[in-house]
């Protein structure tokens, strides 16, 4: 396959140095919606996004991680845990998986728009908590900083190296 889906995925790399340039409001809508689209567990939807954009929440951002990368916007996915669908078996949470497809429908959503991104975990959940007044049922999964490139953004020399699919793909049997 080449062009559309894999052409857009294989161009993807995490993004780490952004133009001093807002977001356009349109564009971000089609990224948010990218995001609302996007299948969940039993279709709860149990995920929240904050949108940081003004100077002042993404000068707070800074406090809680330094992988921020100056970005102009960021996007903070977390889910309710009450709502979040639960496996009656074990009980396992349906919430990081729902939240992580609506930030890699973001992410992609992004490229195709030409604006780049990185996906940060590496950041202090309670400092996070208490800076966005984020209340104790939403579990933070994921911070997506984004912006339009720098020129000299280049992907990070591991990007393109991947285990064989040998290694990570089994048939029928693990
Ligand atoms: C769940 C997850 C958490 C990540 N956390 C961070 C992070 O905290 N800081 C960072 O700089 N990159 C982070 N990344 C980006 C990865 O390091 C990056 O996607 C990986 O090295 C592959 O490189 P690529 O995105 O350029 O293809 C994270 C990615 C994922 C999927």
């Not at 996004?49 to 996007?75: Q, R, Y």
């Not at 009450?82 to 074990?90: L, M, P, Q, T, V």
Request: charged letters at 30%; glycine letters at 6%.
């Amino acid at each position: 396959m080449s062009g559309g889906f894999m052409k857009l995925a294989e161009e993807r790399y995490s993004v780490r140095k952004f133009q001093d340039k807002k977001i356009d409001k349109k564009e971000l809508e089609e990224i948010l919606k990218a995001g609302h689209i996007a299948p969940t567990a039993c279709n709860i939807q149990p995920q929240r996004i904050l949108v940081i954009e003004s100077d002042e929440a993404l000068e707070k951002l800074k406090e809680c991680t330094k992988c921020h990368f100056d970005a102009p916007l960021a996007l903070l996915v977390g889910y309710s845990k009450s709502e979040c669908w639960k496996r009656r078996y074990d009980g396992k949470p349906s919430g990081d998986i729902d939240a992580s497809i609506v930030t890699t429908h973001m992410m992609l959503a992004a490229q195709a728009l030409g604006i780049g991104s990185t996906w940060v975990m590496h950041f202090d959940p309670e400092k996070m908590r208490k800076a966005f007044n984020v209340p104790e049922d939403i579990e933070m999964t994921a911070l997506l900083v984004m912006g339009y490139p720098h020129d000299e953004a280049e992907p990070y020399e591991g990007h393109s190296t991947f285990r064989s699919m040998d290694e990570v793909v089994r048939y029928d049997s693990f």
